[in-house]
Structures are given as C-alpha cells and as structure tokens.
T-cell receptor, first 114, second 115 residues
Framework: AQKVTQAQTEISVVEKEDVTLDCVYE???????LFWYKQPPSGELVFLIR??????QNEISGRYSWNFQKSTSSFNFTITASQVVDSAVYFC???????????FGTGTRLKVLA | GAVVSQHPSWVICKSGTSVKIECRSL??????MFWYRQFPKQSLMLMAT?????????EQGVEKDKFLINHASLTLSTLTVTSAHPEDSSFYIC???????????FGSGTQLSVL
C-alpha cells in the first residue's frame, strides 16, 4: 500500500524566512512519481513539481527547491525568502507509474506573516 | 497547458435534492478523470476513477448509488450527488490526465453545502 506523510500540520514564519515542508512516502513499487501542489484559499490545486523515482536530482525553481532522497523516502520542499503570497496549504502526493491515482498527504498549512 | 474546468464553483441545496457537478477538459481529451473529496482542513481523498464509455471505479467506502459518475465523452465527466444530506457537504474536485507523464490537471473545485 502507498502512503504519504506530512507531519507538519501548520507552520508559521515571518516574511523573508526560509521554510522547509517535509514529505515522507511509502511504496513498494520501484517506479513512482512524487508531486507537490499548492492550494491557496480559493481552493484550486496549483501544480508545483513532479519527480519520478529514477531522478534523484534536486531541483531549484526560483525561490522553490526540492530535495528528493530515496534512501529516506523523503521529498522535501523548501521556500527561500518566503512571501505572504506563499501562504497556502501545500500537499505532497505519490502515484504509482501508470495508475494516475494520486495518494495525497494531509497537507501542511503555511502561514507567512508580514 | 491543459485546462480543466469545473462547474459550479459552489452550490447550496436543500437536503434530499440532487446536485450535478461537471468536469470538462477544455483543450485535451481525457480518457480518465478522477473525483476527489476534501473536508475542511483535511486532505484530498480519491472517491472514484471515471473512464470514458465505461463504469466508474469507486474507492472502498464510497457509495456508488450516492455518487453517480458519468463519463459520456472524452471531455466531460459528471458527478451527481443524489439525495444530498448535510454530511455530503464538502469540497469536491476533479482531475484529468492527458495520458502522458503521470501529471494530473485539476479543476478549481466545487464547494457543496447541503442545508
């Protein structure tokens, strides 16, 4: 069975601080995909990143960076110099290759204070 | 990028009535669509997988007679909440795949409130 754990329920930071959102996953499959989505108060899910299980390269996109470590089954997300507009719920998700069925974590609510 | 349109954005209905939610892929054909449910401050739970031209596959614990799913075309899937009750009040969100790269595109969601 697959499982995604986001242990941090809510995080509050002051603007310009760096913040890391943790994601730990479980799967017995060797081919899978990991995702991060942002859900602002309006409700829609905004795609941030997709990573397949064979690509452990870390990625940086502007203020966002992701650290994928298969050895610890983690796919952590860091926001550098956080801004108020980053306030949202962030979901980590896992899908097994070919299924398109996403297993979502419980989400981390990030509050960035001005 | 691929766009998924979901309507309505919010709906308020009386207990006992049925509500239909539409999910459309605007610029691509989606052989498979997914319906999720999200309670306040909780995660998204997969309800069912909707396949064009065939019956939907429901996740364990989801009542198929309660949540009717129809995927009549490659661009449209509908979720009908039949005989809605207050406990059905929730945020429903659909998603669709283009069939490549494991990426899902999500609709903007529907907030259902049953009085």
């Amino acid at each position: 069975a697959q499982k995604v754990t986001q242990a941090q329920t809510e995080i509050s930071v002051v603007e310009k601080e760096d913040v890391t959102l943790d994601c730990v996953y479980e799967t017995r499959d060797t081919t899978y995909y990991l995702f991060w989505y942002k859900q602002p108060p309006s409700g829609e899910l905004v795609f941030l990143i997709r990573r397949n299980s064979f690509d452990e390269q870390n990625e940086i996109s502007g203020r966002y960076s992701w650290n994928f470590q298969k050895s610890t089954s983690s796919f952590n997300f860091t926001i550098t110099a956080s801004q108020v507009v980053d306030s949202a719920v962030y979901f980590c998700a896992l899908s097994v290759s070919g299924t398109y069925k996403y297993i979502f974590g419980t989400g981390t609510r990030l509050k960035v204070l001005a | 990028g691929a766009v998924v349109s979901q309507h309505p954005s919010w709906v308020i209905c009386k207990s006992g009535t049925s509500v239909k939610i539409e999910c459309r892929s605007l610029d691509f054909q989606a052989t498979t669509m997914f319906w999720y449910r999200q309670f306040p401050k909780q995660s998204l739970m997969l309800m069912a997988t909707s396949n064009e031209g065939s019956k939907a596959t429901y996740e364990q614990g989801v009542e198929k007679d309660k949540f009717l799913i129809n995927h009549a075309s490659l661009t449209l899937s509908t979720l009908t909440v039949t005989s809605a009750h207050p406990e059905d009040s929730s945020f429903y969100i659909c998603s669709a795949s283009t069939g490549t790269n494991e990426k899902l595109f999500f609709g903007s969601g529907t907030q259902l409130s049953v009085l």
